[in-house]
């Protein structure tokens, strides 16, 4: 298949000049929305992240992890109730820290809360503490519904 080639489309410079110049993108704001005031009881000294809880019930985010300096062989004692999990360094604790940076949580700890495999947790280290704290994503979304309403849908797109 053989044809004549196209000669390529390049615009003249003087097409660009004849363009009216246009207002600097500085002088277009666009209206934004205030935002939230930080409340004053939140500690400075908190590390969060976000994790999954895998097959095996174990959460882990290394800079979590590493805010607490925690390491393989710790013990740990570990509560729960309403979706909550804490989890602190314990020489008496049950369970024991693996060698990974990740924190195991029991079966039965995971079934009171309602954590099932591939749950994101909000996880919360306060290393002053030595303490982190595992929510399920049910207990953040019911604690920002309380304190900060989402808005209500106002017709058309959403």
């Given at each position: ?15 660009y ?64 109730e ?30 009171r ?5 591939c ?14 704290t ?25």
């Amino acid at each position: 298949m053989t044809g004549a080639l196209l000669a390529p489309v390049i615009p003249s410079s003087g097409a660009y000049a004849a363009r009216p110049a246009r207002a600097p993108a500085a002088a277009r704001t666009l209206p934004l929305t205030v935002p939230p005031v930080r409340p004053p009881s939140l500690p400075g000294d908190v590390v969060y992240g976000l994790a999954r809880v895998d097959r095996s019930g174990r959460v882990a985010d290394l800079s979590v992890t590493g805010a607490l300096g925690w390491r393989g062989g710790d013990r740990l004692s570990l509560t729960a109730e309403a979706g909550v999990v804490v989890i602190r360094r314990d020489p008496s604790g049950l369970v024991t820290l693996p060698p990974r940076p990740c924190v195991p949580i029991p079966a039965a700890l995971r079934h009171r809360c309602g954590l099932l495999p591939c749950d994101p947790v909000l996880l919360a280290a306060v290393p002053a503490e030595d303490a982190l704290t595992a929510y399920s994503l049910a207990v953040v979304d019911q604690a920002l519904r309380a304190h900060f309403p989402f808005p209500a849908h106002q017709g058309g797109q959403p």
